[in-house]
């Protein structure tokens, strides 16, 4: 156990998570079409194996070393200095370092479930592609393993050049993971997903690069650290901050995404194969919402807390989570039913984190990790019915209750996690953001509890339709029911959804100190500029 707690303390570990995937990708194409997916399917098991043991030995209040910019004392020119963070398994290697971009990456209470989600999924991806993907299977597998590798990049990066790179790694194979597998207008969803997600990326790299050059200007050094970034060291106008704001928000508003920015969503999930559904929906969605918690909301904290800024994210967080039930309420198509429901979804992430108190940032949090559960589970659920019958359309179906009893139980359990049955995670999250939420904007709370009432106007008739009509096409009598495979998919995501939904106290403590330190670093900043992070908790508001 000390031997194990002593390797999962080390910097080796994230690095391992990144690269594996890498050359699992490479492997994965060199073996071929016939052992490409048992190639990923073991690459996918030793990912989620290594990783698990992250959550056990994550101490809430560890820290690593970083180098920064900074003085010790007024007068004395800057330096790179050593400063203790509230990081893990960190690794802080030169890469092009006279451009002051270093590999920097770390693991702290908010990235924790994010990376553990990523790798949980790969392995249920692969087993869910399994008999869907047929044609150029080497191919499908790289690019699967090349995603989770750039998901999990984004989420350990704490160099902003890094995070860079990996935010537009994930773009290449969701691209082609659309583009090639995808339905019939798959060449038009893939191509309106990049366009979107590209021009918001520009936004960002323009303002990453902008921050960059000033902080150059002021200290006569060069580098892209998260903490430098962070850190006061270049002033910047109040219009100043507003614009990098916007800038970054608009990328992540893309990304996550949020009313009236989601229009690539619906049919990058109906087009997409199951595997992309569920990686969309499961992380790549997150990347926004985690965006604007570490990144936007940190760095440019006097914009961010702007009643305007406020203002404009609970009004289209609350849009976002009423429109998307309505319009998901007609929806004939079961797939793009699911895919509006994401919207909806997310705008209580939205809420949780501009709600700026503990109990909402961690309601976000809850609401990112149990959503990457149910909407997953309720595609795969799709795909496999899409295996079995060649259609997701809501009208070709009823009775499966009766033909496919086990589908049936799975599909309203899943439903009921989405809905936010009491038992689930999709109650405890919604309630922590509804509550933080109505701490701080009791209206916009009240307006935004209408969703949980309009999310099962939308999913209970998809339920009632698909499950327990009358089983009257002839279709739908003798298809089989799950198998083995299929259930091995779905348990683990049941007993994660239950065990959120029973008992949170383990993620609600691994996420609480880091919770506290963004809270305390929006208001306060870090001053003096040398100060370690990790004092910073004792100035976090009481929650």
Not at 23 to 47: C, H, K, N, P, Q
Not at 171 to 196: D, H, Q, S, T
Not at 511 to 519: N, S
Request: proline share 6%; hydrophobic share 55%.
């Amino acid at each position: 156990m000390d031997f194990l707690k002593h390797l999962y303390e080390g910097p080796g570990i994230l690095t391992f998570l990144i690269a594996f995937p890498l050359l699992g990708a490479l492997a994965a194409w060199l073996v071929g079409d016939r052992s490409a997916r048992a190639t990923a399917l073991v690459v996918g098991i030793v990912e989620l194996l290594v990783s698990v043991p992250l959550f056990f030995t994550f101490d809430p209040t560890g820290t690593c070393p970083q180098s920064v910019i900074g003085r010790q004392n007024e007068g004395l020119p800057f330096a790179f200095s050593q400063l203790t963070v509230p990081f893990q398994n960190c690794t802080d290697a030169p890469w092009f370092a006279d451009w002051g971009i270093h590999f920097r990456i770390g693991l702290d209470g908010i990235s924790l479930f994010m990376v553990l989600l990523t790798t949980l999924l790969l392995p249920l991806m692969v087993l869910g592609s399994w008999t869907y993907i047929r044609d150029r299977q080497r191919t499908f597998y790289a690019m699967l393993l090349a995603l989770t590798a750039g998901v999990v990049g984004v989420f350990v990066a704490l160099d902003m050049f890094v995070f860079y790179v990996f935010w537009e790694l994930v773009l290449i194979p969701m691209y082609f993971l659309i583009g090639v597998w995808g339905g019939k207008e798959r060449v038009y969803a893939a191509v309106k997903f990049f366009l979107y997600t590209a021009a918001g990326s520009l936004l960002m790299l323009v303002a990453i690069l902008y921050v960059y050059f000033r902080v150059h200007s002021v200290t006569g050094m060069s580098s892209f650290s998260y903490f430098d970034f962070m850190n006061p060291l270049a002033a910047f106008s109040a219009r100043e901050e507003a614009l990098l704001f916007l800038a970054f928000a608009l990328a992540f508003a893309v990304k996550v995404p949020i009313f009236p920015f989601h229009t690539w969503l619906p049919h990058a999930h109906v087009q997409a194969p199951t595997a992309g559904s569920v990686i969309l929906a499961g992380v790549l969605l997150k990347m926004g919402t985690y965006g604007f918690i570490r990144f936007a909301v940190p760095f440019f904290p006097d914009a961010a807390h702007a009643p305007g800024a406020v203002k404009w994210a609970m009004v289209l967080g609350v849009i976002g989570i009423i429109y998307a039930a309505m319009v998901a309420a007609v929806q004939p198509n079961a797939k793009k039913l699911v895919a509006y429901t994401s919207v909806a979804h997310l705008g209580f992430v939205i809420l949780g984190i501009f709600a700026y108190n503990l109990i909402g940032l961690q309601g976000a949090l809850m609401v990112m990790i149990g959503h990457g559960l149910s909407t997953p589970m309720l595609f795969f659920l799709l795909g496999m019915l899409y295996e079995r019958r060649h259609s997701y359309e809501i009208e070709d179906f009823g009775g499966l209750a009766a033909s496919i009893p086990v589908f049936a139980t799975m599909l309203v359990f899943a439903a009921m996690a989405s809905i936010g049955l009491p038992g689930t995670s999709g109650f405890v999250s919604e309630f922590l953001v509804l509550l933080g939420t109505f701490k701080t904007h009791p209206y916009v709370a009240l307006l935004a509890s209408t969703g949980v009432i309009f999310a099962a106007y939308y999913m209970l008739p998809m339920v009632q339709k698909v499950a327990f009509n009358a089983l009257r096409s002839p279709a739908n009598r003798d298809i089989p029911d799950l198998d083995r495979r299929e259930l091995a998919i779905l348990l683990p995501l049941v007993v994660l959804i239950l065990w959120i939904g029973i008992y949170p106290k383990p993620f609600l403590d691994r996420m609480e100190p880091a919770a506290l330190r963004l809270l305390a670093t929006q208001s306060t900043r870090l001053a003096p500029p040398m100060q370690p992070m990790g004092d910073v908790a004792a100035a976090a508001p009481n929650p």
